[in-house]
């Protein structure tokens, strides 16, 4: 229990100075409107409640992904961990393992958006109306246990493969925060190789040129790769939140929203065929 207690700390440790050095700079150089005190409260008590159910959902796969790594580090990848531990293999493997990654969860999210069941996993987070750097924690718990199992394939094929640590920080610990941004900041030539506050507003932007654009988490090359690349023109900094649906109050869809949502289709789905064998028993009578 302690130590349970302790991570949940740690990661608030590092969460609170990001998320209040951001708030500050884009209150001092906002894209868009700024968001509401109210907004970035929700956003953050959501995450600090929310947190520890993650932290479980996580320690619960943890002995999976152990089990996983190890069984994938008995064959090339092995090889390839061993190599990592050189200063020149570091590099080639942190950069093999963030393309393979972005990559891999370049897919998880384009299906979330293209499957209309995992689209409820995932609405959520694009339900926030002022996009800003709280954003990045909003998350649905469905959209965290999806994303954990759908890891497993990608351990896999890396095993214990991990970019080096500062950029395993960069990756997994910043760069939520830094594409999120109510930032009027852009990349310059750099904008089509890495993600950012102006890039990645456009894949929430409540637009309609916009739907179904820049879906990678990094690297906007790829995106350029699969066809859903979007450049953003210079100044271009579009509204955000839902494109086709109502508004629901934030505690709904922070709860239980996806389940209602899955359990009315379900209905649907037994009233059609019910409806359907009637239909075949009145013709067929």
Not at 27 to 47: D, K, S
Not at 76 to 99: D, K, V
Not at 107 to 124: D, G, M, N, V, Y
């Amino acid at each position: 229990m302690s130590s349970g207690v302790g991570v949940y700390l740690a990661q608030l440790a590092w969460m609170i100075p990001l998320t209040a050095g951001f708030c500050v700079l884009e209150y001092l150089y906002p894209a868009a409107i700024r968001p509401t005190w109210r907004n970035r409260l929700e956003n953050c008590v959501y995450l600090a409640l929310v947190l520890p159910l993650v932290l479980g959902l996580q320690a619960s796969f943890d002995p999976l992904f152990n089990y996983i790594a190890h069984v994938a580090d008995s064959g090339w990848n092995g090889r390839s961990s061993a190599l990592s531990r050189t200063l020149p293999g570091g590099i080639l493997a942190t950069i093999a393992y963030a393309l393979i990654w972005d990559v891999w969860h370049y897919w998880i999210h384009r299906w979330q958006h293209a499957s209309p069941f995992l689209w409820e996993t995932h609405k959520f987070h694009h339900s926030d109306p002022m996009m800003n750097a709280t954003t990045q924690g909003r998350r649905h718990l469905l959209d965290y246990l999806l994303n954990l199992i759908c890891h497993v394939p990608l351990l896999l094929l890396l095993g214990s493969l991990n970019p080096i640590a500062l950029v395993g920080v960069l990756m997994f610990r910043l760069w939520g925060f830094v594409n999120h941004a109510n930032l009027r900041v852009s990349f310059g030539v750099l904008a089509g190789v890495i993600s950012g506050p102006q890039w990645h507003r456009i894949h929430h932007s409540t637009l309609p040129q916009h739907r179904s654009k820049n879906f990678a988490t990094f690297f906007p090359f790829i995106d350029k790769l699969f066809g859903t690349y979007y450049a953003p023109a210079a100044g271009e900094y579009p509204p955000t939140g839902l494109l086709d649906e109502p508004l629901e109050s934030f505690a709904c869809s922070a709860a239980h929203s996806p389940l209602v949502v899955w359990y009315r289709c379900a209905q649907r789905f037994v009233a059609d065929r019910r409806g359907q064998r009637k239909w075949i028993s009145l013709r067929d009578s």
